[in-house]
Nanobody, 123 residues
Framework: QVQLVESGGGLVQAGGALRLSCAAS????????MGWFRQAPGKEREFVAA????????YYADSVKGRFTISRDNLKNTVYLQMNSLKPEDTAIYYC????????????????WGKGTLVTVSS
C-alpha cells in the first residue's frame, strides 16, 4: 500500500502561482511513477502531469504545458507540481497519484490516490 498526502492548495489570483506537494509513504518511492490529476466542479477528473521514477521523463496535458512543472525528490519521497500563470479554469481539486506500471504519457494505470487539495483561482 502507498499513502499519498497532498498539500499546498489555496486561493490565488489569476496570473499567480502555487506549488503543490505530495508526500508518499508505504512503499519504495523511487519505484513509483507519479502523477497529478484534477477535477473541476461538474467535470470528470483529468490528467495534468506525470513523471518517471527517476524524474528524467515528464508529460503534461496540453492545457497546462508551459505553465506547470512536475518534479520529484526521491530522497524526500515527495512529488511537486509548480503551477505558474494560473487561470480561473485551473480551479479544481488536485489529486496526487502513484503507480508501478502507470503510463506516464496518459496517466492511465495509477494504483494509489491521495484525497486531494483544492486550488481556487480568482479572476
Amino acid at each position: 500500500q502507498v499513502q499519498l498526502v497532498e498539500s499546498g492548495g489555496g486561493l490565488v489570483q489569476a496570473g499567480g502561482a502555487l506549488r503543490l506537494s505530495c508526500a508518499a509513504s508505504g512503499r519504495t518511492f523511487s519505484l513509483l511513477k507519479m502523477g497529478w490529476f484534477r477535477q473541476a466542479p461538474g467535470k470528470e477528473r483529468e490528467f495534468v502531469a506525470a513523471i518517471s521514477q527517476s524524474g528524467g521523463s515528464t508529460y503534461y496535458a496540453d492545457s497546462v504545458k508551459g505553465r506547470f512543472t512536475i518534479s520529484r525528490d526521491n530522497l524526500k519521497n515527495t512529488v511537486y507540481l509548480q503551477m505558474n500563470s494560473l487561470k480561473p479554469e485551473d480551479t479544481a481539486i488536485y489529486y496526487c497519484a502513484a503507480g508501478l506500471s502507470a503510463n506516464i504519457r496518459t496517466g492511465n494505470g495509477m494504483d494509489y490516490w491521495g484525497k486531494g487539495t483544492l486550488v481556487t483561482v480568482s479572476s
